[in-house]
């Protein structure tokens, strides 16, 4: 019986790391066959003039010109978007393990944000058109940026919310044994703790948010130009890409996976930036 329960065991052991290994080659081999159909379509069309100009008359059309105004407008939405993140989901999650905790109302909070995580980005890009009408607002820079925020910060805040439970309980319980409030501790110790975790969380927002197309297609518009003004509508890589693939010219479709290529390694220098940065802090972290 004994033999048998042990051989059970290691049937089931066997079973559960071929699943694991098969995700993990199912994984694997879309992100390379996904890298693989962007360099092999992109990279032949990259060039220097494609990112250090603007459109030109007749680009969509396979002229001269270059996708310079969706690089900088892409920056400019998702940076504006995560620093606004950032500043309302930091105070949220240190609310949520400060003060309230395991409460009822933290369960809600948590619930909230992981319900807006969950809404496709559409729905935010109608919601944010339909507020931008009311308030007589046009396609602009600002609007892109708010809705892209309303995006990020349930993203973020459930990324720092998970963080800040990693944190040791005896550094909070010390500091306020020696007479620091909440809030000092939260301000002083919390926060220094969770460093890595709030870069890795808003550089992972920031990602979402210079690849998203649907939420910013309707509130920040299109342009050839570079915006020089908050009100300005403003170009993106993601709606560059989806107007290059929608010509029936061959060339701009190229054009539209160097498109593509250029985004994927904005997205990865961001990605191995977090870990950069997060290693070098860990360093100085208690654990």
Known sequence: ??????????????????FMLLSFLLVAASLISILWTILSKGLPALSWE???QTPKGGYYLGKEGGILNAIVGSLLLAG???LIALVISLPIALFLETYVMKTRWARYVRLTMDILWGIPSIVYGAFGFT????LGMRASLLGGIIVLALLEIPIMTRAMDEVIRLVPEELSHAS?????SKLETALKVTIRQ?????ITATLLAFGRGIGDAASVLFTAGYTDRIPTSLSSPTASLPLAIYFQLGTPYPEVQQRAYASALILTLIVLAVSLGSRLI????SKYINK
Not at 278 to 281: D, E, G, P, T
């Open 278 to 281: 997060s290693a070098r802090l």
């Open 194 to 198: 969770m460093m890595p975790g709030i």
């Open 80 to 82: 504006g978007a995560t």
């Open 176 to 180: 306020l044994a020696l007479g620091a």
């Open 50 to 52: 494609m990112v250090s």
């Open 131 to 134: 507020l931008m009408l009311s």
């Open 1 to 18: 019986m004994k033999h048998w329960r042990f051989k059970r065991r290691h049937i089931s052991e066997a079973i559960v790391k071929f």
